[in-house]
Nanobody, 116 residues
Framework: QVKLVESGGGLVQAGGSLRLACETSTRTPSMSAMGWYRQAPGMERELVAYIVSSGGRTNYPDTTKGRFTISRDDAKNTVYLQMNNLKPEDTGVYYC?????????WGQGTQVTVSS
């Protein structure tokens, strides 16, 4: 069972930046596309970025394109999410998992709160 541990969240003002990290317990995700998901209060979990296993091709929805950057370091079993120009609507709990569907057991997530 692969374990996912997210970190790096916090409270930031609008326009600020945060860098999230997701460490996996095994090398299994190196064979999979990995993504970051966000769940705002009362909302469904949504995919905000993903990166494929070979070539590093990335994909973002319009809501995060140009502001978020996903990257991965398979040698460290870690996936990152650099978030710039944060907006209050980016507030939520952020999780990593396989993409475009989360097939692994979800981690505890990391809270991101953006104040206006």
């Amino acid at each position: 069972q692969v374990k996912l541990v997210e970190s790096g969240g916090g409270l930031v003002q609008a326009g600020g930046s945060l860098r999230l990290a997701c460490e996996t317990s095994t090398r299994t995700p190196s064979m999979s596309a990995m993504g970051w998901y966000r769940q705002a209060p009362g909302m469904e979990r949504e995919l905000v970025a993903y990166i494929v296993s070979s070539g590093g091709r990335t994909n973002y929805p319009d809501t995060t394109k140009g502001r978020f950057t996903i990257s991965r370091d398979d040698a460290k079993n870690t996936v990152y999410l650099q978030m710039n120009n944060l907006k209050p609507e980016d507030t939520g709990v952020y999780y990593c998992n396989t993409a475009p569907r989360g097939l692994l057991a979800w981690g505890q997530g990391t809270q991101v709160t953006v104040s206006s």
